[in-house]
């Protein structure tokens, strides 16, 4: 392994320039692949995340990429997320500046017209999801034809995400004679067909595992009732620090965060239906230390690439083996270690073993023990109520209903009609103070006999009764004045 990057064919201000960013010592994968990608040769790479793939394709491209015209750009760097391909910018943007190359991200999320006028302006390089590039070339804002150097980063990932048919429609609209650059995690499958249909006697460099090193984590399986999550949730950010959260569901996603945020715990959301301006700040700020906990779907957490992620939380288990073992590779990446928890419901333990199967791993699930406050999935009997159950009701996100109480009134049981009126006459407190003396009114006047006399009688009209034969006779009688 060359021991500098001169070594390697890398220009001297380009040499300063990634001394300025700390990086003097090429990696394994920078020097197996920089002098053939000079050399104009193509590449097949298989190098984990995190392994200075950036550098090793960035830096011939700043290189060799000659200046571009309006809408038309010389090289073209695909990628699967809009993290990633921001994260390439940002990374590339600095050496392209020092041989005076330009560089554009163009990916979904956000406004599309000050794209369009940035290419009408000229730029040399574009780092591109395959969405938005293909928007944008039905416009008419751009052609590839000129397009001699292509770079397609995590490959096996655009796979997954069912981007190919739309990366190998890009590659027909470049060059014949383009240079192309293939980096993936795994180069069998769908990557395999690629690189024999794309690719002219490509060297192939192979570095690292193509998996993540389970056994280099601590993994930690844990039965906790959806109730709890949240609170033991908490216990876990406050004991290893930083912390990625997946969940299942953009909206599960967005609920665990402002259910964190009422524990006084800072966390943000990162999924499809953020915008991308709310998605980069939530992953500066975390990356930043500004927040603590950051909240993902599987998706949007596939351009995620932050050092020093303490812990891994499985707040929903995943689907397969796959996205466990991607999920926990967030974590104890260059050497470093880390912990990897998963909530198990007690309705998942069967799936949840057989996940555990799958990956390699053979551990018990477990009640968790976290020093601060109970975290067992059942809260402690007796007449007191936990700090643990009293926080899983606060935090609930159903709408919140006002306690109804009720009080009884006192009923004749011989009276069947002062019973009657006695059920109707139990009101909830909300109903107000007017409602009640109603109720009351109503209850005195059925205890009370029938009002009798002329009284009585409008009393019955009002009622819609017939008078009796006793009240006719009366009023017929002639009136009688009485002197004293």
Not at 74 to 91: F, G, K, M, N, Y
Request: hydrophobic residues 30%.
């Amino acid at each position: 392994m060359a021991k500098n990057f001169l070594d390697i064919g890398v220009p001297d201000v380009l040499v300063e320039a990634l001394k300025q960013q700390g990086i003097e010592t090429p990696f394994a994968i920078q020097s197996g692949t920089i002098p053939d990608t000079l050399a104009n040769r193509d590449i097949c790479g298989r190098a984990p995340t995190g392994s200075g793939k950036t550098i090793a394709f960035g830096i011939p491209l700043v290189i060799m990429t000659p200046k571009g015209y309006p809408n038309e750009p010389r090289s073209l760097i695909l990628a699967p997320t809009r993290e990633l391909a921001e994260q390439i910018t940002v990374a590339l943007r600095p050496l392209a500046r020092r041989v005076g190359k330009s560089i554009l991200s163009i990916y979904g999320g956000v406004n599309m017209r000050r794209q369009i006028d940035r290419l009408s302006k000229g730029v040399d390089i574009i780092v591109a999801c395959p969405g938005r590039l293909n928007d944008l070339l039905e416009q008419k804002a751009l052609t590839l034809e000129k397009v001699n150097r292509i770079v397609i980063d995590e490959a096996d990932r655009m796979a997954d995400m069912g981007f190919l048919p739309q990366v190998r429609k890009l590659l027909d609209q470049t060059s014949d004679k383009r240079q192309t650059i293939l980096f993936s995690a795994t180069l069998d499958g769908e990557v395999a067909v690629l690189t024999r249909d794309y690719q002219v006697n490509p060297v192939r460099h192979e570095f690292g595992s193509d998996q993540p090193d389970i056994h280099s984590m601590e993994h930690n399986f844990w039965s906790v009732d959806r109730p709890n999550r949240i609170p033991v949730t908490v216990n876990i950010i406050e004991r290893y620090g930083r912390t990625i959260i997946f969940t299942r569901t953009k909206h599960g996603a967005d609920r665990a965060v402002r259910q964190l945020k009422k524990m006084g715990t800072s966390a943000a959301a990162i999924h499809g239906d953020r915008s991308q301006h709310q998605r980069r700040r939530a992953l500066t700020e975390f990356s930043e230390g500004k927040i603590q906990a950051l909240v993902a779907t599987d998706v949007a957490a596939r351009g995620i690439h932050v050092d020093g992620i303490e812990c891994v939380l499985h707040f929903d288990p995943p689907q397969d083996s796959k996205t466990y073992v991607h999920r926990s590779g967030r974590t104890a990446r260059a050497g470093a270690t880390g912990v990897v928890i998963c909530f198990v419901d007690q309705v998942q333990h069967k799936i949840v073993k057989q996940l555990q199967k799958d990956v390699g791993l053979s551990l018990p699930i477990t009640t968790p023990e976290m020093s601060e406050g109970p975290t067992t999935s059942k809260p402690p009997t007796g007449s007191g109520r936990s700090r643990l159950a009293t926080n899983a009701t606060e935090l609930d996100d159903s709408p919140s209903r006002p306690r109804r109480r009720t009080r009884a009134i006192p009923t004749n049981r011989s009276d069947p009609k002062s019973r009657r009126n006695a059920s109707k006459s139990v009101e909830s407190i909300d109903s107000g103070e007017q409602s009640t003396r109603t109720n009351q009114s109503s209850k005195r006047r059925s205890s009370q006999p029938p009002p009798t006399g002329r009284a009585g009688y409008g009393k019955r009209l009002k009622r819609k009764a017939k008078p009796s034969a006793k009240s006719k006779k009366r009023r017929n009688r002639p009136e009688v004045t009485v002197f004293s």
